[in-house]
């Protein structure tokens, strides 16, 4: 029912197949992998809020990363198609590691016919959306889900930091080096007669459990198994969207033993049902909005790219001295000898979108956890929503200003981290002092 006392949306969802030809290469990680099976198809999924003419639309994408070039022209058609604003139009990806290479990759190649087609695909959706709204009320909701997330970086005891750890016991590590966030937030927008019609659901954890680096099929991983459990329940009118959170340092095992395995798709499948339970908890006690704004803004900063150093071309040397390398060390090495941007500044778009008591920030990278939990902390909304990969890619990594320098991946210059160390900072106060704007 129609929640008595509680602003009434137009709100219409849809789904959209955007799964591609079988032969492309995967995207995610320093080396080709291609696609010769499907698992579960791939989709584009997307949600118009608004009144009257003020809309906002959200749409969420099983790929691993989304582009610019992409981006674009996809909201320039559904600008001329609907007449939402490009600002009001947030694009985001689940972060997938088994989803097709839409960037312009020196290691894994992509399939131009298909990115070519991606605008209208993602376009698609919204206009249909767009096209089959309903009166409904919005609602906020929250669950804990602890013990599915962790924090994949370890402070070691010289003040370093290094990624993962084989031996639980390792003398050198001396402890996490930062927070999950456990936190599962979720809007649901329910129709005239109490249905669920749409279901926003947030967590920060990285969507690289099903396949890992031998991956030779396409899936949407644990996100996809959310997605699809919580459809199952509530209809085929239901249409659940995952908004990935900051989860750049925030992966799905402690690395230590446990009956589970690490990864593969019983871990996908683990993670996605009880997600599903935990997004299904906070839609039942989700409370209604008493807000009915919307509205919405991009404010594009500069901020500077890293810049190769002397020092920088004398490890490419040390290291090419070595008799054996690692993997990250090989891929570094490429990295800083093709890096195109020294000395140039990044244009780095913001976005911050107002649902009536609901708050959405879009950035344009992997961030890490913490910048999440500090916009949580001091945004101006009854619930905000931190969206790590949308709109653009900007770099790969966004770390906190201090682990910046700590030499953990998410933060090695050039191959993890493109932007200086303080861009986070940046990006977050930006982003309160637009939502304070929106919230006046």
């Known amino acids: 029912m129609i929640t008595p006392n509680s602003p009434v949306f137009q709100v219409g969802n849809a789904k959209v197949d955007i799964t591609p030809p079988l032969g492309v290469s995967l995207a995610g990680y320093f080396h080709d992998r291609v696609a010769v099976r499907v698992r579960d198809p791939l989709h584009a999924r997307a949600l118009v809020i608004g009144r009257g003419e003020d809309r906002v639309a959200l749409l969420a994408c099983d790929l691993c990363t989304v582009t610019r070039e992409i981006v674009q022209p996809a909201k320039e058609r559904i600008r001329a198609a ?3 604003p490009p600002e009001r139009v947030l694009v985001t990806a689940s972060h997938t590691h088994t989803g097709p290479e839409i960037r312009h990759n020196p290691d894994v190649p992509r399939f131009d016919e298909y990115v070519n087609r ?12 767009a096209e089959a709204t309903v009166d409904a009320t919005l609602h906020l909701g929250a669950a804990d889900a602890e013990g599915l997330s962790f924090n994949r970086l370890f402070r070691l005891r010289n ?100 009956w589970m395995p690490g990864s593969g798709p019983l871990k996908a499948m683990q993670i996605g049902r009880a997600l599903a339970g935990a997004t299904m908890l906070a839609l039942e006690r989700a409370q209604p909005m008493g807000s009915d704004r919307v509205a919405g803004v991009i404010t594009p900063l500069e901020i500077p790219y890293c810049s190769r150093t002397p020092e920088h071309i004398a490890e490419v040397e040390r290291l090419r001295q070595l008799p054996k390398r690692s993997y990250f060390e090989d891929a570094w090495i490429r990295r800083v000898e093709s890096w195109p941007h020294d000395g140039d500044v990044c244009r780095v778009p913001v976005q911050a979108l107002r649902v009536g008591d609901a708050a959405f920030v879009g950035f344009p990278a992997e961030v890490f956890v913490r910048w999440g939990l500090e916009l949580k902390q001091y945004a101006p909304a009854g619930c905000t929503f931190p969206v790590e990969l949308a709109n653009e890619r900007v770099s790969t990594y966004v770390p906190t200003t201090d682990q910046a320098e700590r030499g953990a991946y998410g933060a090695v210059p050039f191959l993890s981290r493109w932007l200086v160390p303080d861009a986070g900072r940046r990006m977050v106060e930006q982003a309160l002092r637009d939502l304070y704007q929106l919230w006046e």
């Open 118 to 129: 991606l605008p209208v695909l993602l376009a698609e959706a919204v206009l249909r959306a």
């Open 159 to 258: 003040g370093s930091e290094k990624f993962g750890r084989t031996d639980p016991a390792d003398p050198d590590v001396a402890g996490s080096a930062g927070p999950v966030d456990p936190r599962l937030q979720a809007l649901v927008a329910r129709d005239a007669e109490g249905c669920v019609q749409a279901v926003v659901a947030n967590f920060a954890l990285h969507a690289d459990v099903i396949g890992g680096g031998k991956a030779d099929f396409l899936s949407a991983d644990w996100p996809g198994e959310l997605c699809r459990a919580v459809e199952s329940v509530y209809g085929d009118g239901t249409c659940c969207l995952f908004l990935q959170g900051t989860a750049g340092d925030i992966n799905q095992h402690a690395y230590a033993p446990g």
């Open 82 to 84: 609907t007449g939402i």
